[in-house]
């Protein structure tokens, strides 16, 4: 909606635009924010996520806290709706209800032009972030992904369980007799290319998609667990691949 705010956890991360950030202050990482210089700010309202749960007895002695949240796993949840409604309450509470009525309307009308040029007869997609050598987090039908996939009329292929954030974590026996096409998500903290990973991971490697070459690998450019703004960057770049896949 662009408000740059003046004080932010993790500013340096790569889905977040450095540029326009460089006058915001860094808090620290987000389960653990320095409440040190946050008492020192005393800012009026403190906007948290309900994963800070175990910090907020601490962040209610600095000032006042309101909770919002994107998602929801509850049974027959729209996630479009979870989205959109998110945007609404956040621009309730910065009063600012014109830009978030904007944002939402901006970004329906990018992910239309985006879902027209998608090439035909696309698979399921299955979104998975590697966590270890027979593990990985897989999006379901609660998640940003699921809310973006569904503008572009495309198909989740992980119709398992989620948790409140969207994602549940499996072995990869869990994943491997799935047919879909592979989207990986590249972490934002590894050392390396996901690419590389599964290069030297040879489990991972009875995927159907890795022994079909389909797979799709997604840059950390957005936020796994973010709301409009993540939700279209993320179409954005699986357009592109798919549209440079087109044919295989």
């Given at each position: 909606?662009?408000?740059?705010?003046?004080?932010?956890?993790?500013?340096?991360?790569?889905?977040?635009?450095?540029?326009?950030?460089?006058?915001?202050?860094?808090?620290?990482?987000?389960?653990?924010?320095?409440?040190?210089?946050?008492?020192?700010?005393?800012?009026?309202?403190?906007?948290?996520?309900?994963?800070?749960?175990?910090?907020?007895?601490?962040?209610?002695?600095?000032?006042?806290?309101?909770?919002?949240?994107?998602?929801?796993?509850?049974?027959?949840?729209?996630?479009?709706?979870?989205?959109?409604?998110?945007?609404?309450?956040?621009?309730?509470?910065?009063?600012?209800?014109?830009?978030?009525?904007?944002?939402?309307?901006?970004?329906?009308?990018?992910?239309?032009?985006?879902?027209?040029?998608?090439?035909?007869?696309?698979?399921?997609?299955?979104?998975?972030?590697?966590?270890?050598?027979?593990?990985?987090?897989?999006?379901?039908?609660?998640?940003?992904?699921?809310?973006?996939?569904?503008?572009?009329?495309?198909?989740?292929?992980?119709?398992?369980?989620?948790?409140?954030?969207?994602?549940?974590?499996?072995?990869?026996?869990?994943?491997?007799?799935?047919?879909?096409?592979?989207?990986?998500?590249?972490?934002?903290?590894?050392?390396?290319?996901?690419?590389?990973?599964?290069?030297?991971?040879?489990?991972?490697?009875?995927?159907?998609?890795?022994q079909r070459g389909d797979e799709i690998y997604l840059p950390a450019t957005f936020h796994h667990f973010g709301a409009l703004p993540s939700a279209l960057v993320f179409s954005e770049a699986l357009v592109e691949a798919l549209e440079a896949q087109k044919g295989l």
């Amino acid at each position: 909606m662009d408000i740059i705010p003046m004080y932010l956890t993790e500013p340096k991360a790569q889905y977040f635009s450095t540029s326009r950030l460089s006058g915001s202050l860094n808090l620290g990482i987000g389960f653990q924010p320095n409440l040190e210089l946050l008492s020192q700010v005393s800012p009026q309202q403190i906007l948290v996520s309900p994963n800070l749960a175990q910090i907020s007895a601490r962040l209610s002695g600095i000032s006042s806290l309101t909770s919002l949240t994107p998602y929801n796993n509850e049974t027959g949840t729209d996630p479009w709706h979870q989205l959109t409604s998110f945007t609404r309450e956040l621009g309730k509470y910065i009063d600012d209800e014109r830009s978030a009525e904007r944002l939402i309307r901006e970004t329906e009308q990018h992910l239309h032009a985006l879902r027209e040029s998608i090439p035909d007869n696309q698979p399921p997609l299955l979104i998975i972030r590697l966590m270890d050598n027979r593990h990985a987090r897989v999006f379901g039908n609660s998640s940003m992904f699921q809310s973006a996939l569904e503008q572009l009329e495309l198909t989740n292929a992980w119709q398992g369980e989620s948790n409140h954030w969207g994602f549940t974590t499996v072995s990869i026996d869990a994943l491997i007799d799935i047919d879909a096409r592979l989207v990986l998500l590249e972490s934002p903290y590894a050392n390396s290319p996901v690419r590389e990973q599964f290069s030297t991971q040879g489990t991972w490697q009875h995927m159907r998609s890795l022994q079909r070459g389909d797979e799709i690998y997604l840059p950390a450019t957005f936020h796994h667990f973010g709301a409009l703004p993540s939700a279209l960057v993320f179409s954005e770049a699986l357009v592109e691949a798919l549209e440079a896949q087109k044919g295989l």
